[in-house]
């Protein structure tokens, strides 16, 4: 019988196929697993960071982009071994519980609040937290990512400052999407939304959503480098990690991006701070 | 209507000049769900092999349950999946988590029960007394299991490219388990979403289109075979 052996080789065709992944797969101590944002993946930065680093070290680096908050999360269940964010409270929430280590500041850009052409809620003028209350006094829709994200968390920083409690309200929507996403609907709805500067100059050209309220001090976004305690977790690359956060604040990298998204976008999408932290919280 | 045809064109671009990266690309996801149908077939056929050939008691509650698993949603899969394979997981120790053969397992559980599904009706609707009529021509019990298969092949063929189908085109457990991982675990799939999150919409046409290009090209070899089958 001819097809009962042609079964049977793609059965063990099937398997070896397997296997052949799983031996395949890099040894353990070699990988890093970074749990990341999705502004740093969407722009287009780690592409351009990570393989110089594959290259120097010989660690093979898995980036896993979720939300801020996702990110957080698997840190402090050890199943990351470094964390790129931009959560500032969260993440000093997760050093203080020893979960995280040697927290290092990377870089910032801002955030800018985008929203329909014709700024029904007159939000140009004014600062932040006015601009946030203007929104809710017009009912203006305003579109929440809702995930727990850095960008998220800083909505929801401004919306407490402004004293409102936008759950519920009908003008108040979540996307539970990543920024391109909320950015792409919220172009559609009409609708006013926070977002990364980064991710908006990626976007920009493919979006009718001009930034209308920039440059207020509140609206700085600063992410940070944290290595997952490898005292806490066995299984965690502390070493690993411990290059990659060491990595990331070098002065070759932090110069590359100063650099990064100029050619393509016509301005930086990010600022290098490992330097000198904080010294430049004015400029943007 | 722009947006589409520019993302043709970037797609014919892609393809014309064999981009590394969508090569690559475009093989993982026929590598991962390749495998993963065949792993399930193994599983699949010997599941409905052992719930239509034999009773027992539940055997209507079993039947029920491949039924319902047909309809699995993948983002379960890849969540359960991924906490099975977690560092701190009951599987962690395999460290398997974010590589291909993480989403070769949980596309497996996805396509298995559809395998086993489609070929459990498949068996359940041949004639009833064939069975009896192959036994008492003295056949042994692995040949009469073989000869029903071969009776079955074109809805068995139809079971592989419905497990197939199920997998090459999920997205929701590939990125939880793979991670979307460049160059390791990008998958077309996952790589459309993270392009439309980049509002390179061109680029994700072009990938869903050679998506549809692959599924189909799958598909009419798999057909070709099953029709083969039937003329003869």
Redesign the interface.
């Known amino acids: 019988m001819n097809r009962p052996a042609c079964l049977r080789l793609g059965l063990a065709f099937g398997v070896a196929l397997a296997s052949a992944h799983l031996s395949a797969a890099p040894p353990a101590p070699k990988a890093i697993i970074l749990a990341t944002t999705t502004s740093t993946q969407d722009s287009g930065l780690l592409d351009e960071i990570i393989p110089l680093f594959e290259r120097q070290t010989g660690y093979l680096v898995k980036t896993i982009a979720v939300g801020s908050g996702q990110a957080l999360a698997m840190g402090r269940r050890g199943e990351a071994d470094v964390l790129l964010v931009h959560s500032p409270e969260a993440e000093k929430a997760l050093v203080a519980d020893g979960a995280g280590i040697h927290r290092r500041i990377v870089m910032h850009n801002d955030f800018v609040l985008a929203g329909p052409p014709a700024d029904p809620a007159g939000v140009a003028k004014h600062t932040a937290v006015e601009a946030f209350q203007r929104i809710a006094a017009s009912r203006s829709l305003f579109l929440s990512r809702g995930d727990h994200s850095g960008t998220h968390a800083q909505e929801l920083r401004l919306w407490k400052a402004a004293g409102i409690s936008p759950d519920g309200q009908t003008w108040y929507q979540q996307t539970g999407q990543g920024m391109g996403q909320t950015l792409a609907i919220a172009a559609e709805k009409r609708a006013y939304t926070l977002s990364d500067r980064g991710t908006y100059l990626a976007l920009r050209k493919q979006l009718d959503l001009p930034v209308l309220h920039e440059g207020d001090p509140s609206l700085r976004n600063t992410y940070h480098i944290i290595e997952v305690n490898p005292a806490r977790f066995p299984q965690v690359n502390g070493a690993g990690a411990r290059a990659f956060a060491d990595f990331l604040v070098s002065k070759a990298v932090q110069a590359r991006i100063k650099e990064f998204g100029i050619a393509t976008f016509g301005s930086p999408l990010f600022f290098p701070d490992a330097d000198a932290p904080g010294a430049d919280a004015g400029r943007r | 209507m722009d947006l589409i045809w520019e993302g043709l064109r970037k797609a014919l671009a892609l393809l014309l000049t064999l981009d590394p990266e969508v090569l690559r690309i475009t093989g993982l996801s026929l ?1 991962i769900s ?2 993963a ?3 399930s ?2 599983i699949g056929l010997s599941a409905a092999v052992a719930v239509a050939l034999n009773e027992f008691p539940g055997k209507r509650l079993a039947i029920a349950l491949l039924n319902t698993g047909m309809g699995l949603p993948p983002v379960v899969v890849g969540l359960f999946v991924t906490i099975l394979l ?3 997981g009951p599987l ?1 120790s395999l ?2 988590l ?4 993480a989403m ?1 397992l949980a596309q497996a559980v996805i396509a298995s029960p559809i395998i086993a599904g489609i070929s459990l009706s498949a068996l359940q609707h041949l004639p009833p007394g064939l069975r009896l009529q192959i036994l008492a021509l003295g056949a042994s019990r692995p040949q009469m299991v ?1 000869l029903l298969l ?1 009776e079955a092949r074109l809805p068995l063929l139809a079971a592989v490219m419905a497990g197939f189908g199920g997998v090459i085109s999920e997205v929701g457990a590939s990125i939880m388990v793979g ?4 160059g ?1 675990t990008r998958v077309l799939t996952t790589a459309t979403v ?1 392009e ?4 390179n ?1 061109d680029v994700a046409i072009a990938l869903s289109l050679i998506l549809l290009v692959l599924a189909f090209s799958v598909n009419a070899v798999l057909t070709h075979l099953q029709q083969r089958g039937q003329r003869r």
Do not use: E
């Open positions: 590598l390749g495998a149908t065949l792993i077939l193994a977690w560092r701190s962690g460290g398997i974010y590589t291909p053969s070769v073989w071969k991670g979307n991982i460049k390791q993270m439309t999150g980049r509002g919409f």
